[in-house]
């Protein structure tokens, strides 16, 4: 699976959009790019993913460059509840690679 | 619905002592790992298993053995506990989606187990 690499830590003022960049150069056609998020010592949460279209949920939005090179998750308000840290991983599909390596993930504070 | 179990939630072992790891899985997925946080860390994998009786070593198995004799159930042992093994493990599975490119295969992850090693 490819590596990715992220920013130790990011501000993001509440109520503003938080956008977290991703780089996955050496990304395969059939890898997708997944985020996922850990609050404080839990279990991480899965957020999204995608292959190579712009993805949105309720919980945000993914975008996705053309070259599919880079990535970047998008939290269009956040909240303090979203001060967390944010993982972004690649991998094939589930009949097509079984590692899953996480990063060290970006560290996001939401200040008030 | 239970989702992932792990067991026990806190453990205290000595150093030499050996323990087992219990994940319990109850939504018939086909894959789960195990991994380990430090402090200030990301996670990082431990093994990991693609289905029932099958196992494979991630990021950093030393010290850890692993078994999936259930398909629910995947077992992270410590044979001679060492203080470096103290950390945080995570068990997650993951769901198999109903074709080879839907890409629904996200990890659910349980709780965690705080284990330290005097």
């Known amino acids: 699976d490819a590596k990715t690499t992220q920013p130790t830590s990011m501000d993001c003022a509440e109520g503003r959009a938080a956008n977290l960049p991703c780089n996955h150069s050496?990304?395969?056609?059939?890898?997708?790019v997944y985020w996922y998020r850990q609050i404080h010592s839990q279990g991480p949460q899965y957020i999204i993913h995608?292959?190579?279209n712009n993805e949105t949920n309720e919980m945000a939005s993914l975008i996705i460059t053309e070259d599919r090179k880079s990535s970047t998750l998008i939290l269009p308000h956040a909240t303090l509840r979203d001060t967390a840290v944010y993982y972004c991983?690649?991998?094939?599909?589930?009949?097509?690679?079984?590692?899953?390596?996480f990063g060290q993930g970006t560290e996001l504070s939401v200040k008030p | 619905n239970a989702g992932v179990t792990q067991t026990p939630k806190f453990r205290v072992l000595k150093t030499g002592q050996s323990m087992t790891l219990l994940c319990a899985q109850d939504?018939?997925?086909?894959?789960m790992y195990w991994y380990r946080q430090d402090p200030g860390m990301g996670l990082r994998l431990i093994h990991y298993?693609?289905?029932?009786?099958?196992?494979a070593k991630g990021e950093v198995p030393d010290g850890y053995n692993v078994s999936r004799l259930k398909k629910q159930n995947f077992l992270l042992g410590l044979e001679s506990a060492a203080p470096s093994q103290t950390s945080v493990y995570f068990c997650?599975?993951?769901?198999?989606?109903?074709?080879?490119?839907?890409?629904?295969?996200?990890?659910?992850f349980g709780a965690g187990s705080r284990l330290t090693v005097l």
């Open positions: 997650a599975s993951r769901k198999t989606s109903g074709g080879p490119f839907s890409g629904a295969n996200v990890l659910t």
């Open positions: 050496t990304i395969s056609g059939n890898e997708y």
């Open positions: 995608g292959l190579k």
């Open positions: 991983i690649v991998s094939a599909n589930y009949n097509q690679g079984g590692k899953l390596i």
């Open positions: 939504m018939n997925h086909e894959y």
């Open positions: 298993s693609v289905g029932e009786g099958t196992t």
